[in-house]
């Protein structure tokens, strides 16, 4: 059954504090995120499942405390749900990085309180493990308290830890890779402990599951090799009959032979002819 998005109670919650701590606390680093080549596969479909913490969906319990979604964010069987993922990924290395789009806001305190995670991405860093970062702005508990409605931000914020040993498969073919976690244990790292502020290293968070779909670029087919073509001294006139320039350089010469040869036969049958017999009278 849905939960109401309108949970009240009169406690301040160790729940909210988990969201909005980072803005009591220094703003965590921006964690640098893996350099991919640039044949990386692109990823064409995504979406992700995270119920963040249980304490978190029990939640809101602050006077009037309420959250609510948007940018596509659902939530489902105890769980956030996040589509339309974008990014990168290299299968030779199981690195790369997918953001979802969508936040959830946290709200209470008539309005004094107003805090937001949004842009939630999960960035491999290996075969077996992965990270979760998102962005984190709004104001604190403890300034809306006391009357502080400032607001600070801080982009992607490593948050928790994902651990994909068993838990996760790769499929690829020759043009696309598909990765898929169910149910992948989570757990809050040193990053998001300076976030948090509320637990400790290592303390685990809810499982996540994932899908992630990437096309990925074929690879350039061989320039063919070139084939020398055969030349010939035979010009396109041979082919209608008629001589070619080569030809005809050398018809004069064959012909001039050709009749001095022809007249020296014929000399030589008149001089024969001339010739008297030897048993004739002188």
Known sequence: MRPNTKIRSALLPAAIALVVAPLLLPAAATAATPSLPADACTVTEADAAWGIHESLRAAGVMPDGAWELSGGVAYEESEFRFTGGTGSYDPATATGSVSFPGSIRFTGLGGRFDAQLSAPTVVFTGPDAAELRADISGTSVAGALAGDTTVSSVEQVPLVSIDLTEHATVVQSDHAVRVTAVYAPTALIAAGFESFGDDTVGAPFDPISLTVEAA???????????????????????????????????????????????????????????????????
Not at 221 to 243: L, R
């Open 216 to 282: 990925c670029p074929t690879e350039p087919s061989p320039e063919p090799t070139p084939v020398p073509m055969m030349t010939t001294m035979v010009d396109a006139g041979d082919q209608s009959g008629t001589p070619s320039s080569s030809e005809s350089s050398w018809l004069p010469w064959g012909l001039g032979a050709l009749a001095a040869l022809v007249l020296s036969a014929v000399a030589s049958i008149i001089v024969l002819r001339r010739r008297p017999r030897a048993d004739g009278p002188e």
